[in-house]
């Protein structure tokens, strides 16, 4: 299995890439792109879905 250590644009804590997972087929495409780890994404994701039912 393939791996890439980069560090979470949020968090700034090093991740692992793993081959086949969508973040990996973006980094292979584009390697300055800058990801976020998966604890970041999901506090994201919750935060979001907080905003989206916080609206009215
Ligand atoms: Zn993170």
């Keep these: 299995m393939i791996t890439y250590e980069v560090t979470c ?11 086949g997972t969508a973040k990996y087929m973006r980094y292979k495409k584009n390697r300055a792109e ?7 994404d999901r506090r994201i994701e919750a935060d979001s ?8």
């Design 9 to 19: 644009r949020f968090c700034q804590q090093p991740f692992l890439l793993v081959e």
């Design 49 to 56: 879905r907080k905003y989206l039912f916080d609206r009215d």
């Design 34 to 40: 800058k990801f976020s780890c998966d604890d970041c």
